[in-house]
């Protein structure tokens, strides 16, 4: 029996719990699952192999020839869920293929003219899209189409809802930023992949001050992202909205926040 086979349901459960902390750091992980075998081998229905983007290899199927054939094929992915038929030993055998990952998400503090081309920037990102407002006229399906969820109430209460972790964007645009304080008081410390608050430079200096003479930790601030976006000369709603997600794409990749031309060492001139 090779390496890794699943030889009983503790070390399913086992992979299943590796599958769930992989998934929650929002790694992409591969799911392999035998879903149709011959009747002499009925044993192996239902063995599960997870294949990790950093080449790691967890469970077997079937046995060490039919996993490397499994293997061989692990370059393709698919959007969808797809069931594959393979050959072995001249007989025929169904493995269901499955992608997951943690999907990305986005929460929206305010439904104005910012918010509208930002939601829908980041759900053609693929982002999980919420929009909070306390006002039924700007939290609708209306103004947000492409939204998952569209929560209309007093934003501190809403909060208390919002699940946090290293997938969560957190964008603060409120009205005339009349609650942009009291939404970073709700979630000072909270643990997200990416928080901003837009505001000029003085407002925003007072913000933070003040935050941090109520207790708030320095490293928190720091991570802070506001003013938000990045320097594109942005004027309109839509631009404004594009430099916040171009800061998020940079900042949950690991960009650099700089043009290619100049990291490939052109030069003009």
């Keep these: ?3 890794g086979h699943i030889k009983d349901r503790g070390d399913k459960m086992t992979l299943f719990k590796r599958l769930l ?9 591969q799911m392999v699952t035998l879903v149709g075998v011959p009747e002499d081998n009925a044993s192996s229905l239902g063995q599960m192999l997870l294949l990790f983007p950093d080449g790691r290899v967890e469970g077997a199927l079937l046995n060490a020839a039919f996993t490397e054939k499994v293997l061989e094929i692990q370059q393709r992915q698919w959007e969808r869920p797809k069931v594959l038929s393979i050959t072995h030993d001249q007989q025929e055998y169904r ?8 999907k990305m998400r986005a929460v929206i503090l305010g439904g104005g003219h910012i918010s509208q081309p930002l939601a829908l920037f980041l759900s053609q990102l693929d982002y999980e899209v919420t929009v909070i407002d306390d ?22 209460k809403a909060l208390e809802h919002i699940t946090f972790d290293d997938n969560t ?17 709700s979630i000072a410390g909270k643990k997200a992949g990416y928080i901003g608050m837009i505001g000029s430079f003085r407002r925003v200096k007072a913000v933070l001050q003040l935050l941090k003479e109520e207790g708030v930790s320095t490293q ?12 594109l000369g942005a004027q309109s709603p839509a631009e404004i909205a594009l430099s916040i997600v171009a800061e998020m794409v940079a900042q949950f990749k690991g960009g650099r926040y700089l043009p290619l031309s100049i990291l490939g060492g052109r030069q003009n001139g």
């Design 1 to 3: 029996m090779p390496p």
């Design 135 to 156: 006002r039924p006229e700007f939290a609708n399906r209306q103004r947000f189409p492409k939204a998952d969820r569209i929560i209309c109430e007093d934003f501190d």
């Design 21 to 29: 902390a992989a998934t929650e750091r929002g790694e992409a992980v």
């Design 220 to 231: 928190w601030l720091n991570a802070l992202k506001t003013p938000i976006g990045l320097d």
């Design 95 to 102: 493995v269901f293929w499955n992608s997951l990952v943690n």
């Design 169 to 185: 964007a957190v964008i603060i645009v409120t009205r005339g930023h009349r609650y942009d304080l009291a939404c970073l008081r």
